[in-house]
């Protein structure tokens, strides 16, 4: 390997959306998601269309109720000499996400109550919100804030809160069946590269993966929204579509070290946690149960719904020194993990795709391969891997164990179970349940 990897066009259009969509003064609501949801709409493939769906300030959405709307033009501080000790300018973390307006004189000591920081990490600059709780604040690194000398400090907030609307975007890639995939990432994080950009550019290159299929036999729903309310607020304007979600995936984290992780469905026993499972567990990741804590897998496995979304990350949320701070960076994520993590996601699409249940129709004995072309025509070497995977999709075709079930039995990857299965389908050696593979479409 170069250290290029496969996919040197994917790698870069991730980095680049990764690297334009990083300065964005995000948060749930506010021109910081149009402009991210601008920035996605432009990385997305021809055909694939960005929906986009406002819900204005004030809209109940189950247990919630959708704010007002934040906007900043600037906010920072000057100190005793007139020096700027702080500027979002410098960064958006600098500044507690949906601070109300303030321009105001303070003491060292008025102010210090609304300065954050991590002495444990004193050149790093903590990630703060107060969305659903009106107050004002301002992040730094600790050894700034050790540094402010007693005086006076001159606070500007400007920023709006009013009346406007949430904001989110959605995908759809319709397939021969109205039975949907829901993929959801949230996109209502300022700068930080792993927590948020990951699951944005991951995702837009698996829309364009999916739009380049030549047969989607599901359909596909790319979710773009604000974490919890975003995600709320969407369940509440689809009781239609809800129904029809069958699989789910909430992505983010999929950068910044650290193996594979997919968290379960609240059951632990649908069709995507299998698929999950065997990608994961092929490329030496680890699979979780469910815990009602986390990303929006949270609303979406809610009692009310139920439905089978799972999550896939890296180190998940909170178990990285760098979560939640400016270190995650977009240093903090490779190009490599990046790679990994769409080339498993596709994965895991591929097996809810074409995973069938297959019947042998020559059950009687093992039937001759090499009279039908499918066994190499010289004897006595060890059978190869394609011709393996073509026995054990033979021996355990009794109508009522899936590809994925062999898949799993053998040891072997989804992919070469699917080719041996397709190698029996075309030779007349196995019948599938479902018309899940391309030489099925070709006979009629
Ligand atoms: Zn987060």
């Known amino acids: ?42 990385a997305l493939p021809p055909g694939a269309a960005l929906e986009r769906t406002a819900v204005p300030s ?33 960064h958006t973390l600098h500044l507690v996400s949906y601070s109300t307006p303030v321009r105001a004189r303070l003491s060292l000591e008025e102010l210090l109550p609304h300065l954050h920081s991590l002495p444990e990490h004193p050149a790093w600059i903590p990630y703060r919100t107060t969305y659903y709780h009106r107050d004002w604040g301002f992040c730094l690194p600790h050894r700034v804030l050790e540094q402010l000398r007693p005086g006076h400090y001159d606070v500007t907030v400007d920023t709006t809160l009013a009346p ?24 209502c994080h300022p700068s930080m590269a792993n927590d948020n950009l990951t699951g944005l550019a991951v995702a837009t290159e698996l829309v364009r993966h999916l739009a380049a ?41 999929l950068g910044g070290g650290g193996p594979l992780v997919y968290k379960q469905t609240r059951h632990g026993d649908r069709p995507v946690d299998d698929a999950a499972a065997h990608v994961v567990g092929h490329r030496g990741g680890e699979v979780r149960a469910y815990t009602p804590y986390g990303y929006d897998e949270r609303q979406f496995n809610a009692v009310g719904f139920d439905l089978p979304v799972g999550r896939l990350t890296r180190t998940p949320h909170g178990e990285y020194a760098e979560y939640h701070t400016s270190a995650d960076d977009l240093d903090f994520v490779t190009d490599d993990e990046l790679e990994e993590s769409l080339t498993a996601l596709t994965e895991i699409l591929d097996v809810l795709e074409r995973d069938e249940v297959v019947t042998n129709l020559s059950p009687y004995g093992e039937p001759q391969l090499g009279k039908r072309g499918l066994y190499p025509t010289m004897g006595g070497k060890t059978a190869s891997d394609a011709v393996m995977a073509m026995l054990w999709t033979l021996a355990y075709a009794d109508g009522t164990a899936s590809l994925l079930e062999i898949a799993d039995r053998a040891g072997l990857p989804f992919a070469a179970i699917r080719s041996a299965a397709d190698a029996l389908l075309g030779a007349g050696l196995l019948a599938a349940d479902d018309d899940c593979s391309p030489a099925l479409t070709s006979a009629g």
């Open 1 to 42: 390997m170069t250290g290029r990897g496969q996919h040197p066009s994917a790698r870069a259009r991730m980095r680049g959306l990764m690297t334009r969509a990083y300065p964005i003064c995000r948060s749930i609501t506010g021109d910081g998601v149009r402009r991210t949801l601008d920035l996605v709409e432009e």
């Open 164 to 187: 406007g609307e949430l904001v989110y975007g959605e995908v759809l890639l319709r397939g021969e069946s109205a039975d949907e995939v829901l993929v959801s990432c949230h996109l």
């Open 58 to 90: 004030g809209t109940d959405v189950f247990d919630w109720t959708v704010g007002e709307e934040w906007n900043v033009r600037g906010a920072w501080i000057d100190g005793p000499d007139g020096e700027r000790v702080v500027d979002l300018a410098d």
């Open 213 to 253: 299929l030549p047969r989607r036999r599901l359909s596909y729903r790319f979710l773009f929204a604000p974490g919890t309310i975003g995600s709320l607020a969407w369940l509440s304007r689809n009781p239609g579509v809800v129904p029809r979600i069958r699989h789910g995936l909430v992505i983010t984290g």
